[in-house]
T-cell receptor
Framework: KAGVTQTPRYLIKTRGQQVTLSCSPI?????VSWYQQTPGQGLQFLFE???????NKGNFPGRFSGRQFSNSRSEMNVSTLELGDSALYLC?????????????FGPGTRLTVL | SQQGEEDPQALSIQEGENATMNCSYK?????LQWYRQNSGRGLVHLIL?????REKHSGRLRVTLDTSKKSSSLLITASRAADTASYFC??????????FGAGTRLTVKP
């Protein structure tokens, strides 16, 4: 079974631009969670989608949004990029809702904002 | 915000020694999970322990959970250079959201 895949793996953007990251979960998994990882703040929960519905959202501004498609693939969008958005963005999939089940992580997308 | 707090922040040991990492958390949980992350890559799930369990083993890994102290420990026995990584504990809060700690950076010297 293929693992969680994320595209692109690396991305360089400039301030003010917007970016869309993609995550394909393990086949059969209905939950996709997104995390931001930075050296200063560590791993922080962004949001989780389950069966195309955003189930919960972390403490991030509205510039961060996401969606999930009927095939469980998920996209995350960040608008009006700021320097502080430079981070490793990780997505994770699980069969059940994230906190109750093992999450399988993708390799991440490394976003650099210049 | 982070739920779990690992300590120590960094640990350096020789190959063959045991490594113990601790995690403390603040709110009641349904389960606690440990993950490993090699530098700049995705996280790999190690063990999930439920709130009604006290100890769990997986190969060279041993995890304990003390809900009265709101703490957990991860023991890696007979460490290898390949165990060098960052280790995170993650807890689910009452909303079933995953919250990760800051991690322990483990270095195993050959």
């Amino acid at each position: 079974k293929a693992g969680v895949t994320q595209t692109p793996r690396y991305l360089i953007k400039t301030r003010g631009q917007q970016v869309t990251l993609s995550c394909s979960p393990i086949s059969g998994h209905r939950s996709v969670s997104w995390y931001q990882q930075t050296p200063g703040q560590g791993l922080q929960f962004l949001f989780e989608y389950f069966s195309e519905t955003q189930r919960n959202k972390g403490n991030f501004p509205g510039r961060f949004s996401g969606r999930q498609f009927s095939n469980s693939r998920s996209e995350m969008n960040v608008s009006t990029l700021e320097l502080g958005d430079s981070a490793l963005y990780l997505c994770a999939s699980s069969l059940l809702q994230g906190g109750t089940d093992t999450q399988y992580f993708g390799p991440g997308t490394r976003l650099t904002v210049l | 915000s982070q739920q779990g707090e690992e300590d120590p922040q960094a640990l350096s040991i020789q190959e063959g020694e045991n490594a113990t990492m601790n995690c403390s958390y603040k709110t009641s949980i349904n389960n606690l999970q440990w993950y490993r992350q090699n530098s700049g890559r995705g996280l790999v799930h190690l063990i999930l322990i439920r709130s009604n369990e006290r100890e769990k083993h997986s190969g060279r890994l041993r995890v304990t959970l003390d809900t009265s102290k709101k703490s957990s420990s991860l023991l890696i026995t007979a460490s290898r250079a390949a165990d060098t990584a960052s280790y995170f504990c993650a807890t689910d809060d009452n909303n079933n959201d995953m919250r990760f700690g800051a991690g322990t950076r483990l270095t195993v010297k050959p």
